[in-house]
Every structure is written in C-alpha cells, then in structure tokens.
C-alpha cells in the first residue's frame, strides 16, 4: 500500500520503547532515531510524552517551558513516537496534543542562528519536513488537538494533521514575516488546507486568526469549548478506533493520491482502490454484516 510505502521511505522502524500499560506514560532517554550528524541532538529527556490503550496513541508535546517549540529535539522525539510500531495492528489513531497555554510556537529561533551554521539550520527544516510528510503517509488517522496557540511550524503540524480539534481559546499564525524569516515550509501545509487568498494573508502581514476563523476557512474541523476539548477528541479517536484498520489505511492512502490528480485520473484511482476495497476481508465482513442486520466483526 502506497501508506506503507512512505512509511519505509521515510525510515519507519520499531524502537521498542513504548509502554503498553493503561496511558502508561514513556520515561526512556531521548534518542535521536537517525543517522549521526551535525545537528543530532545531545542525549536528555525526551521533549514529548507517549501513552496508548485501546488502539489510541497519545503524543503529548511537553516543553511548556519553551512554548513546545520544535526543535530538532522535539521534531526527532515527535518522528520517533509517530513512527514506532505504525504497522501494529494494535494501533488505530494517533493523537498529538500539548501541555500548557502554547501549541506549539514553532522551531526554537536559537537553534535558527548563525552560530549553529547552515548544515544544522538545513536539518531542522528537513526533519521537520519528514514529520509532516509522514503524518500524512501514516497508516492511521492522525488527529491534532489544540489548546492554545499554534504558530509558524506549529501551525504547520495542524495543518498537516488528518483531523484537528481545537478549543474556541486557540488561535493560528504563521508571524515569521515579523522577524524577517517568511514561513514557507509552514506554507506548504497552510496552502493545502485553507483557501490560496487566506493562507497568503496569514504568511504576507503575520497577522493570527482565531479557532472560529480557522475552522471557516478549513484549517480546522471543529471547535468546542475548552472544558469539551478532551471530550470530544477522544470522541472522534475511539469512533474511528471502531473502524477497521485496513479500510481506514486503503481509504487514507487513496484520499490524498488522488487530491494531486486531475479528476478523470482519480475517478481511475479510487475506483480502483473500491474494488480494492472489497477484496479486504473486512470490506466483505462489512457488507455482509450490512446485509444481516449486525454489526461487523472487523479482522483488526
């Protein structure tokens, strides 16, 4: 499957650190999870948080401290905790959220300076690079869930997720035209997510729009109170921990092919991947149960 194959190109391996317990929290050492380089990270504690039950995995961004900016530490942890174990059959949605007031205010500026050279500068934006892209290549749904203010690469993370769920408190910006340094890569997700004339208004004047907006304009998929945000994710994530997995994978894959086609070419596509569909095991457990008046009892 094409959701497999991007997997492995972009170096999905298993790390055999995630806890399996109820919501057990992760409390192993950093690892980089890449080649030596440059700008690999020193060994300390990880920048992120992982608990999974019942098919749902938690990633929690947890550097309150520094806005939970993506630096390559972060962005490394984030790759390794998107990316371990995504053929597990066990696994059915993934969710990212963070602690504290900020989302994620996007890449640590210090790490963005002249003392740390281009080499490094040219990894941080390829790393994250890999993050988005493998988001969206993951085998399972990704859901961001937002309490608070995402900027630059920060919205660039909501944007590149499958659902987004935020608090009516969050707001969106991509302010790096304040600073001097435009938001390109940000507006590469920002672009396929909200309207052209929206996403160059928020890259041209750094201006932040809020949950009510962003959901209008598409970045979102809905906004709730900040007391439901928890609520209403899980909501989401347990129904699709419901489906079955190979569907959701089939279906995930072929959504995003066929949105780079023109229209004769993804009719081609997906009515390939629908007969492709009802050649899963699942695809005909579902039309049967359909047809007897039960629920399906899905393979995985």
């Known amino acids: 499957m094409a959701a497999t194959a991007g997997l492995r190109a972009l170096g999905a391996k298993g790390s055999g650190w995630l806890q399996r317990g109820p919501w057990a929290p992760l409390t192993t050492g950093f690892c980089s999870g890449g080649p030596a380089g440059i700008g690999r990270p020193e060994p300390g504690p990880r920048p992120t948080i992982v608990r999974q039950r019942d098919g749902i995995r938690s990633i929690i961004l947890s550097d309150p401290k520094r806005r939970n900016a993506l630096s390559l530490a972060m962005l490394k942890s984030l790759q390794s905790d998107i990316l ?72 660039q993370l909501v944007a590149s997720c499958d659902i987004a769920v935020a608090s009516d408190k969050s707001s969106f910006a991509t ?8 938001c390109s890569t940000p507006a590469v997700a920002l672009g396929r997510a909200v309207p052209r004339k ?19 304009h598409g970045l979102l998929s809905r906004v709730v109170p900040e007391e439901r ?29 066929q949105l780079a086609q023109d229209l004769r070419t993804a009719y081609h596509l997906t009515s390939q991947t629908m007969v492709d569909n009802l050649g899963l095991p699942d695809g005909q ?16």
């Open 229 to 257: 945000l928890e609520e209403e994710t899980m909501r989401i994530a347990r129904k699709v921990a419901s489906q079955s997995r190979p569907v959701l994978s089939l279906g995930k894959a072929a959504f995003y092919r």
């Open 175 to 182: 302010p790096g035209v304040n600073i001097g340094l435009f």
């Open 84 to 155: 371990h174990e995504a053929e597990s059959q066990d696994l059915k949605v993934i969710i990212i959220s963070a602690e504290g007031p900020v989302f994620s205010s996007g890449h640590d500026l210090k790490e963005l300076t002249d003392e740390q050279g281009r080499d490094y500068h040219a990894e941080v934006f390829q790393t994250c690079s890999e993050v988005m892209m493998l988001i969206q290549n993951h085998p399972v749904p990704i859901i961001a869930m937002v309490n608070g203010l995402a900027t630059a690469a920060g919205c």
């Open 198 to 216: 929206v996403a160059l208004e928020m890259l041209f004047t750094g201006e932040p729009i809020s949950a009510q907006e962003a959901l209008l």
């Open 285 to 300: 457990e579902g039309v049967k149960a359909f047809l007897q008046k039960r629920k399906p009892i899905w393979s995985h």
